[in-house]
């Protein structure tokens, strides 16, 4: 069993895991609210270190990424869990998912480090940690990078964010790329994806300040909750205060997990919003569409 991630001072005689706001405090052998960290001997540990639930060689476009690397590939990596409860998540099989719910098989970091070697043959650049939520399996992703960065490959996070600066500063000297996610532009729609604001936008403030990780940022535009004019044109002033460069994207909602009978977020807002925050940054990306 790997290290756990910093903790918080005890509560209640439970250990409190340190790796985001949430700062879970799980009875013994209880898993916390993202469901892949567990009390074990008076500590939160990865429960899913190594377990891996997807594996695929990617365009770099996917993740998406537009302005890094272009036409490459990345070997693409998940395990389960996630520390948002977004009604609107488009992993769930996966997110929501905990170590009982979905297939899984063990693979070591330097397995998986290998895996992308063989496979810069084909174009591939170096892993993305993805699919799932990362982050609540830091320490896998961080021994991993490592063995990855060893072998003169690169490393990209695809992340919601959430995370508190310690776990973090361990794993952005290891970032080549991210894409991180900014769901809404306020604590109240972070309420609805069970998430804490001020935590993402420390995140994203973290990476665009690195120098060596080049960042973009994705909004997934729902119909209703984030679609509006004001909120789009917060968002795009902020990351244009971090960096006026900063490629922001888009996306386009479906019908999917609880928001099933939500209709699709029509192409021509995405157009108008886009136009919104193209008055602050100038590289502005539609996705889904």
């Given at each position: ?6 903790e ?10 340190g790796?985001?706001?949430h700062?879970?405090a ?8 993202c469901?892949?960290?567990v ?16 594996l ?38 996966i997110?929501?998912?905990g ?36 982050l ?21 996070l ?9 776990p ?28 804490d ?20 940022v994705t909004?997934?535009v ?11 044109d917060?968002?795009a002033a ?13 996306t ?5 997990h ?19 925050a ?10 889904n569409?």
């Open positions: 069993m790997p290290a756990a991630a910093p918080d001072a005890p509560r209640g005689g439970r250990a409190v895991c790796v985001c706001p700062a879970c799980p009875a013994e052998g209880r898993r916390g609210l469901r892949a960290r009390a074990r001997g008076g500590q939160v540990v990865c429960e899913s270190y190594g377990r891996v639930t997807s695929a060689l990617d365009p770099v476009e996917k993740k998406p990424l537009a302005r890094w690397r272009p036409g490459s590939l990345v070997l693409s990596v998940g395990s389960y869990g996630c520390n948002l409860r977004c009604p609107f998540c488009q992993n769930a099989s997110a929501c998912a170590p009982d719910d979905v297939p899984w098989r063990e693979m070591a970091p330097v397995e998986l480090a290998d895996l992308a070697l063989e496979a810069r043959g084909r174009g591939c650049v170096g892993v993305a940690y993805t699919h799932n939520e990362p609540v399996g830091i320490e896998f992703v961080i021994d991993a990078a490592r063995l990855v960065r060893e072998r003169g490959m690169a490393n990209v695809v992340s919601n964010g959430m995370v508190n600066p310690g973090l500063a361990g794993l952005v000297p290891l970032l080549d790329a991210a894409n991180i996610d900014l769901k809404g532009f306020s604590q109240a729609f972070y309420e609805v994806a069970g998430g604001f001020e935590a993402v936008r420390r995140t994203i403030a973290t990476l665009a300040a690195a120098p060596a990780c080049h960042l973009e909004t997934l729902i119909p209703g909750l984030n679609d509006d004019g004001a909120t789009i917060a968002a902020w990351l244009a205060s971090l960096d006026p460069a900063i490629p922001y994207h888009l386009r909602f479906f019908p999917c609880r928001m099933a009978d939500r209709p699709p977020t029509p192409v021509a807002d995405l157009h108008r919003l886009a136009a919104v193209r008055r602050h940054l100038g590289d502005v990306l539609l996705g569409c």
